[in-house]
């Protein structure tokens, strides 16, 4: 009976995580509240949280303090991917014109641009701190390739492209531990299920090739103990194979979980500040598979035991999200009107103001939970010992 009630507690703490933390409040946007957008960005040390807003043909500036819209940075024919170099109060973004834009945050202008160098757009790119390197994908080239710009002079330092590649590029990361940057490909002739290319910054070389198979990843993003998050795309969805999410130990390229509560990920994010990822699963669908209904959340999973917690509802077409490690708010932009919820600008998801104390007593749980099972170990314990007779005299 103990050892039912210790197991109740337990799944109790994770209904309580999720009743405690949901849609805090929405930003405004104007003069429109963005329906296209891309990649968002949180740069927590100053607060800030940057948004790709192709509906204002801009980059949204939100104070992520008081969540409110400080600026539309403007200039860009439509900017996807973007990140924050820090300590040099730079910007970087993708844009559609093919060519890759810095903006000085100290004055939200924009103070370089690299030659057109695709014939499409500039998307997604990773930040290299030692090598002072930007990678940037040009997803949508054919053939789909990289290129390699340093951030001290600008200069195009190389590039590797990737003939092999079925359906572009996606999101990529940078791996402290081991100075090397992970691409995500969705799927190549070689890998259909698609691929995590490890690459040599140094050498601007790929150096390993991780296969995955029905996963088609989109999102990536890196732990604290070379975990590596692959947002498995929609496709495993509408393939039949079912939603689904892949934990992969960054070093080796092997498989250490994969989550089937959540997929259909495009952004996804860790967040040092709660030790958790964030997934922008907005192909998600009530039952994982294409016959599904389509139910788009945002997934909650524990990064210190890869464990699922919880998806919270979004609304159609919410695929992306970032995280703030100081307040850990996470920010996905909603687009208006669409369903389940309304949607007005970029919906502000963290836990919710007058129940900040229960994820604490939810780990309470968990601390009796397991006191109560060490109770009945030793009562069991007890019950097997040998009656000892007494010693006499």
């Not at 100053?46 to 008081?66: C, F, H, M, P, Q």
């Not at 500040?273 to 009530?286: C, H, Q, V």
């Not at 708010?329 to 970029?346: C, D, E, N, Q, Y």
């Amino acid at each position: 009976m103990l050892l039912v009630f210790a197991l109740t507690l337990l799944f109790a703490d994770q209904s309580v995580m999720a009743a405690s933390f949901g849609l805090i409040t929405t930003i405004p946007v104007t003069p429109t509240n963005p329906t296209s957008f891309d990649i968002g960005w949180v740069d927590s040390a100053s607060s800030r949280y940057y948004l790709a807003d192709k509906t204002n043909t801009g980059v949204d500036v939100i104070n992520a303090l008081t969540n409110t819209l400080i600026t539309t940075i403007h200039g860009f024919a439509g900017a996807n991917g973007i990140l924050v170099v820090p300590g040099s109060h730079q910007l970087w973004v993708g844009d559609n014109d093919g060519t890759t834009k810095v903006v000085d945050l100290t004055t939200n202008t924009i103070i370089h641009t690299t030659p057109k160098l695709g014939t499409m757009r500039a998307d997604e790119l990773a930040y290299d701190p030692v090598n002072n390197l930007i990678l940037m994908a040009y997803d949508r080239d054919t053939p789909p390739f990289i290129v390699f710009i340093s951030t001290t002079t600008f200069a195009i330092m190389g590039t590797i492209s990737y003939p092999q590649s079925t359906a572009g590029i996606e999101q990529s990361v940078w791996n402290p531990s081991n100075n090397e940057f992970y691409l995500n490909l969705p799927a190549t002739t070689a890998n259909p299920g698609g691929e995590v290319d490890m690459i040599d910054p140094s050498t601007m070389s790929i150096i390993h090739v991780f296969p995955v198979t029905n996963c088609n990843p989109a999102g990536l993003a890196l732990g604290l103990t070379n975990n590596l998050l692959l947002g498995c795309s929609g496709t495993p969805i509408t393939s039949g194979a079912g939603a689904n999410t892949v934990i992969m130990n960054a070093l080796t390229g092997g498989i250490i979980k994969t989550i089937t509560q959540v997929g259909g990920s495009d952004e996804v994010w860790f967040n040092p500040g709660d030790n958790r990822f964030y997934l922008a699963a907005s192909s998600m669908t009530s039952n994982g598979l294409s016959s599904g209904t389509p139910t788009p959340v945002l997934g909650v999973i524990d990064a210190s035991t890869n464990t699922w917690l919880f998806n919270i509802p979004t609304s159609v077409g919410a695929h992306s999200v970032a995280a703030d490690s100081a307040n850990n708010h996470v920010f996905v932009p909603l687009r208006t009107g669409a369903s389940p919820l309304p949607g007005a600008g970029i919906g502000v998801y963290g836990v919710i103001p007058g129940q900040v104390g229960v994820p604490e007593f939810g780990s309470f749980y968990v601390v009796m939970a397991l006191g109560v099972v060490a109770l009945f170990a030793l009562r069991y314990t007890s019950a097997k010992r040998p009656m000892v007779a007494p010693a006499t005299a």
